[in-house]
């Protein structure tokens, strides 16, 4: 019984600390227009994790305009979408959504 409750508190302590890690290498943030309808999910190899209407994921090899292009041909019109703390041009943004 106490290695039981060893292994869920361990568990329990853990689990924060891997949403505070996936936050912190954060390289894309996309706000959509309507919430995500998935938590995570998989866009020509990129992991985007969603909660209500804010996505965010790791740096890819591509453009950030061509990442936010297939985030919004899977997800739905992006409001803003920012790589490395820099928004995307609203000229991008347009392009990206069309």
């Given at each position: 019984m106490a290695m039981l409750?060893?292994?869920?508190?361990?568990?329990?302590?853990?689990?924060?600390?891997?949403?505070?890690?996936?936050?912190a290498s954060t390289y894309?943030?996309?706000?959509?227009?309507?919430?995500?309808?998935?938590?995570?999910?998989?866009?020509?190899?990129?992991?985007w994790y969603c909660k209500d209407t804010t996505c965010r994921a790791k740096k890819s090899n591509s453009r950030p305009v061509n990442v936010c292009k297939r985030l919004s041909n899977e997800m739905g019109e992006i409001t803003?979408?920012?790589?490395?703390?820099?928004?995307?041009?609203d000229e991008k943004l347009a392009k990206c959504n069309s």
């Open positions: 409750y060893t292994v869920l508190t361990f568990g329990a302590t853990l689990a924060p600390a891997a949403a505070e890690a996936r936050t894309y943030t996309a706000e959509l227009s309507t919430p995500a309808k998935e938590a995570r999910t998989i866009i020509r190899g990129v992991v803003s979408f920012t790589a490395k703390d820099k928004a995307l041009a």
